[in-house]
């Protein structure tokens, strides 16, 4: 069965410095998301991405949050200046999109570690 | 109140019972129901869905939406060790594939053979 694969799977950066958090979707796919769970919280949507551009955001996406789709097959998530409290386990996940298609599927997640 | 409310648990019953599972939501919007199982170290795992209210079954698993009472339920029959997760529940407000989903903060579930 296809699957949306992260890397890497566990990630630790000084605070301060620049991530980048690897996503390859669906094949098929055309609705790309991040959410993000802090330890023992509820899965938080971040964003969501469609035809090359941003669909929708949470507030928790500020500035300091980017996305991209480089190529035809990765969806890449950028936090530019790391923060203590951006330690959370990130995941990704995809959706063919349009009426009746099915719900999305998710990533394994990378976990975050901001020291 | 929050959005979507669920009994983080933990929640332990024995091999063979029937596990029941809920959330309760306060946005009406909501029309698209989903849950998700999550075993430790692992991303959200689709294991239901079903629009609006009604009943829909899968092998052990039955999912039941009240839209009417804002409540909406996962049944495992004959749950087995395997089961042993937590169990999420997420919502939507006008598709399954293209909207953000919003969570249950997840209920932890033991089987215990």
């Known amino acids: 069965e296809p699957e949306v694969t992260q890397t890497p799977s566990h990630q630790v950066t000084q605070m301060g410095q620049e991530v980048i958090l690897r996503c390859v979707p669906i094949?098929?796919?055309?609705?790309f998301y991040w959410y993000r769970q802090i330890l023992g919280q509820k899965v938080e949507f971040l964003v969501s991405?469609?035809?090359?551009?941003?669909?929708?955001k949470s507030e928790i996406f500020d500035d300091q949050f980017s996305v991209e789709r480089p190529d035809g097959s990765n969806f890449t998530l950028k936090i530019r200046s790391t923060k203590l409290e951006d330690s959370a386990m990130y995941f990704c996940?995809?959706?063919?999109?349009?009426?009746?298609?099915?719900?999305?599927?998710f990533g394994d997640g990378t976990r975050l570690s901001i020291l | 109140q929050k959005e979507v409310e669920q009994d983080p648990g933990p929640l332990s019953v024995p091999e063979g019972a029937i596990v029941s599972l809920n959330c309760t939501y306060s946005n009406s919007a909501f029309q698209y129901f989903m849950w998700y199982r999550q075993y430790s170290r692992k991303g959200p795992e689709l294991l239901m869905y079903?629009?609006?209210?009604g009943n829909k079954e899968d092998g052990r698993f039955t999912a039941q939406v009240d839209k009417s009472s804002k409540y909406i339920s996962l049944f495992i029959r004959d749950s087995q060790p395997s089961d042993s997760a937590t169990y999420l529940c997420?919502?939507?407000?006008?598709?399954?594939?293209?909207?953000?989903?919003?969570f249950g903060t997840g209920t932890r579930l033991t089987i215990i053979p």
């Open positions: 094949s098929n796919h055309l609705y």
């Open positions: 996940a995809s959706s063919e999109g349009g009426q009746g298609s099915q719900p999305q599927h």
């Open positions: 997420a919502m939507s407000g006008r598709s399954f594939g293209n909207e953000k989903l919003t």
């Open positions: 991405f469609y035809n090359n551009e941003i669909s929708e």
């Open positions: 079903t629009y609006s209210s």
